[in-house]
């Protein structure tokens, strides 16, 4: 979801596990010259979508690897089974309280969350997305793990 701290979680994660690691959207960015908020805003959503998938299967193809993938990435263009077939997926839990508070506070612009008050917008797209979340059975729980046991975990799914 956004605002679960995919980038950051997946940059300490990188580090401690001593794997490289790429977030999808900046990756994408630096390749086009064109932030994923300024594609949906300019182009719509279908095509940064299309774009997005593109992408995935150009870096999935370097391992080992954490990449941090966008919130929606998991629900288009069979991405989500690509990801299977091809690593090991793990979503980010956190409620969606936090999810809120700290999407309320962030300066980056999220297209995809300006239609509406964000208490309503951010459970509505979870309910959206969801059942491709759940699919994901690797889970990692920022507010009852620490790091390090998260690493651990991430290592554990690896082997």
Same mark, same amino acid.
């Given at each position: ?11 300490k994660?990188?580090? !401690? ?27 719509g959503?279908?095509?940064? !979508? ?6 995935? $299967? ?11 993938c ?39 612009? $999220? ?43 991430? $290592?554990?799914?690896?082997?």
């Amino acid at each position: 979801m956004p605002g679960s701290g995919k980038s950051s979680l997946g940059k300490k994660l990188s580090s !401690r596990l001593k794997i490289k690691f790429l977030d999808l959207d900046q990756w994408l960015a630096e390749r086009t010259g064109i932030p994923p908020a300024k594609w949906i805003d300019q182009h719509g959503e279908p095509a940064f !979508r299309a774009a997005e998938a593109r992408a995935l $299967r150009e870096i999935l193809l370097e391992e080992p690897i954490i990449v941090a993938c966008g919130g929606g990435t998991p629900c288009f263009h069979d991405n989500l089974s690509y990801m299977f077939e091809k690593g090991i997926v793990a979503r980010i839990d956190l409620p969606l309280t936090t999810l809120i508070q700290r999407l309320s506070t962030a300066s980056q612009q $999220r297209p995809l969350l300006t239609n509406g008050p964000l208490e309503e917008r951010l459970p509505a797209l979870w309910e959206e997305r969801k059942s491709y979340f759940l699919q994901i059975e690797n889970v990692l729980s920022p507010l009852k793990q620490s790091e390090l046991e998260m690493a651990a975990l991430c $290592r554990a799914w690896m082997t």
